[in-house]
């Protein structure tokens, strides 16, 4: 059985994509900052192959509690899914209101929280088969279509450290045969995109894990993919 871990696992993409991988057969380590009462009132009832820690990411004690409750119970990961992420309502704010001091935390949450977890888990990972490590990114992340914005400062800048992290672990892990992916998953109706985002998130998970598998092994491949397997610019 393949093991995968899947960060913000208790959100909208998050419980897609748990659901889209236990319907592949994989055993899950789901992770996300949501107690765990709350969370698995959320997700689906298999005790046999899902597995919840609450963590919060920018914890680095806590991110290492979390390797330590993976480790437990299986000696690789074959797949790790970073989909932990948030935005402010006041990354909506021009320049005059911006509150720079406030942005902190959505930093450390969508641009270091996914290296706190490539590093903690990337031991496992050397030792799955698959060796696919994708961070969620956003067109927001991307300097040429990123949707024209003229705030989310914030959110923009932390996508766009996200990716060139994602490109530097590419070239230090691709001797170790890791495939590292960039994904957009698109405006997905969800909490965070809101009711009128026109993406159903399974089908985004299902583009996730279409890409994950077809691209795993292949080094040389792009590395910056929408959910629905185009090219995203960078």
């Known amino acids: 059985m393949k093991n995968i871990l899947i960060t913000g696992a208790a959100g909208g993409l998050g ?3 748990v659901n889209e991988y236990l319907s592949r057969g994989f055993r899950i ?6 107690p765990e009462e709350e969370a698995l009132s959320r997700l689906p009832d298999e005790k046999d192959r899902l597995f919840y820690l609450p963590t919060d990411v920018t914890d680095t004690g806590a991110v290492d509690a979390l390797a330590r409750f993976v480790s437990a119970r ?3 990961l074959d797949i790790i899914i970073s989909a932990a992420g948030i935005i402010r309502p006041e990354s909506e704010d021009l320049l005059e209101d911006f509150d720079i001091d406030g942005s902190i ?4 949450v ?5 290296l706190r977890i490539a590093k903690a888990m990337i031991g496992l990972l050397r030792a799955g088969k698959d060796k696919v490590l994708v961070n ?8 040429t279509s990123h949707a024209d914005y003229i705030m989310r400062y914030d959110y923009c800048m932390s996508k766009a450290a996200l990716n060139i992290q994602s490109v530097i672990l590419q070239r230090y892990l691709k001797p170790e045969g ?3 992916l960039l994904i957009n998953p698109g405006w997905m109706h969800t909490p965070m995109g809101g009711p009128d985002a026109p993406v159903d998130p399974a089908d985004s998970a299902r583009g996730i894990a279409e890409l994950a598998e077809e691209l795993r092994g292949n080094l040389d491949r792009y590395m910056y993919w929408n959910y629905n397997k185009t ?4």
């Not at 969508?110 to 996914?114: D, I, K, R, S, V």
Request: glycine share 6%; net charge negative; aromatic share 8%.
């Open 178 to 180: 890791i495939r590292v």
């Open 74 to 76: 299986t000696d690789s």
């Open 110 to 114: 969508n641009a270091l929280g996914p």
């Open 15 to 17: 419980i897609a994509l």
């Open 136 to 143: 969620i990114s956003s067109e927001a992340g991307s300097m």
């Open 231 to 234: 090219e995203r610019p960078w």
């Open 105 to 108: 935390r959505l930093f450390d």
């Open 29 to 34: 380590f789901a992770a996300d900052i949501v």
